[in-house]
């Protein structure tokens, strides 16, 4: 319960900060929220220091104490930089118009979240098959690689309202010319994140105090996984895109073939091969998967959407 309360303050506050173009404060607050989970997982899980030993509880405690921290840092930021919108509830007024239109936007989105656990869920069913130490290496992998999502993700939350204000505005070139820079940018950053895992994956697995069995697994875990960054970036951009373009569906039919239709099939099958490092291929193959599908949806919405604002 209080991780959900914390989830929902924190996206409020954030989504208040983007839409006002303040968006190097939302990168902040899901940072550092990322930064204490990972800091504060091994902490809790093992008992350092004066923390107790807390095993899979600590895991969780560490989990909401991130998302808490993230939630007050947004309220806070919120308040003191915010300065163009703020919160009055003394004249809300329920509208139903404008509720419906952020449904239709929004409940993709939703969706797309659910999907994201269910296929959580899946891939551990998935891996619990082998042993305990391959899920703790894919919740290993789920920690080091929101440091290579969060930029993309914080740069992401800059590129929507830009996208967004010039559709609108019906500025075609402003919208291309910021989708190319943003998809330039997020692919640099997953080229960084895949040679560092390609270089140093058994450094990485160590600062989760990884046993022998954990790094004979998750080295080529790490290193297979980490093939899909260099096609993540782009994926993840062109999902954002379609939301600012108003077309929240397209992300979510990329989001279920990768995570539905690709991932978890995928994974299975490699799976009754008995070897669990082929289970982790199903990654950068659904993410070629993804990226296929975003370049065909972009190309629709070039053809429907962008060259029509040209020849206006």
Do not use: H
Request: proline content about 4%.
């Amino acid at each position: 319960m209080c991780f959900s309360f914390g989830v929902y303050i924190e996206v409020i506050y954030e989504r208040l900060l983007q839409s006002t173009g303040k968006t190097i404060y939302t990168m902040f607050t899901q940072g550092i929220g990322a930064i204490i989970n990972i800091i504060m997982d091994p902490v809790l899980i093992f008992g350092i220091g004066i923390f107790p030993k807390m095993g899979i509880r600590g895991a969780a405690a560490a989990t909401v104490l991130g998302q808490i921290v993230a939630a007050i840092l947004a309220v806070i930021l919120n308040s003191m930089k915010n300065t163009d919108l703020q919160l009055n509830f003394r004249k809300f007024r329920p509208e139903l118009k404008a509720i419906s239109s952020i449904l239709f936007i929004g409940i993709p989105s939703v969706i797309m979240v659910a999907i994201g656990s269910v296929m959580t869920f899946c891939v551990n069913k998935i891996l619990v098959a082998f042993s305990s130490t391959a899920v703790a290496v894919f919740g290993v992998y789920y920690k080091l690689q929101s440091f290579a999502f969060m930029p993309v993700f914080g740069m992401n939350n800059g590129m929507v309202p830009i996208i967004a204000y010039n559709y609108g505005a019906q500025k075609p070139d402003r919208i291309m010319k910021t989708l190319k820079l943003a998809v330039i940018y997020a692919t640099c950053i997953m080229v960084i994140a895949f040679i560092i895992m390609q270089t140093i994956p058994g450094t990485l697995l160590q600062l989760f105090s990884a046993s022998e069995e954990m790094l004979s697994i998750g080295i080529p875990a790490l290193r297979t996984i980490s093939l899909s960054f260099l096609f993540a970036g782009a994926s993840v951009i062109c999902s954002s895109f379609f939301q600012a373009m108003g077309c929240s569906v397209y992300s979510m039919v990329i989001s279920i073939m990768r995570q539905l239709v690709c991932l978890i099939p995928l994974a299975f099958l490699f799976a009754q091969t008995g070897d669990v490092s082929k289970v982790w291929l199903a990654w950068p193959i659904a993410e070629i998967v993804s990226i296929s599908c975003g370049l065909f949806f972009l190309n629709r919405i070039n053809k429907n959407m962008i060259k029509p604002m040209r020849q206006a």
